[in-house]
C-alpha cells in the first residue's frame, strides 16, 4: 500500500496522466494477445469501474517507467 501511494505521490507530482491513446495501445495489446477483436476488448473495459482500474495500473506503470528513465 505504501509503494502504491509513494508512487501515486510521484505521478501527481509529475503529473503523469492516461491519455485516451494509451488505453487504446492496450486494448491493442490484449486483444493480440488473447486472438480477440479489438472491439470486444474495449466493449470489456467499457464499464467506468474497469476503466478505472486499467488507468490506474497505467498510470502506475508510465510513473515507474519515469521513475527508471
Known amino acids: 500500500v505504501k509503494a502504491s501511494l509513494i508512487i501515486e505521490a510521484c505521478a501527481d ?5 492516461v491519455e485516451s ?7 491493442k495489446k490484449w486483444a493480440e494477445d488473447f486472438d480477440r477483436p479489438v472491439e470486444e476488448i474495449r466493449k470489456l ?3 467506468e469501474n474497469r476503466r478505472a482500474q ?5 498510470r502506475e506503470q508510465k510513473t515507474v517507467a519515469a521513475l527508471l528513465a
Open 13 to 17: 507530482a509529475e503529473k503523469i496522466t
Open 54 to 58: 486499467l488507468e490506474f495500473k497505467l
Open 21 to 27: 491513446a494509451d488505453l487504446e495501445a492496450e486494448y
Open 45 to 47: 473495459y467499457a464499464e
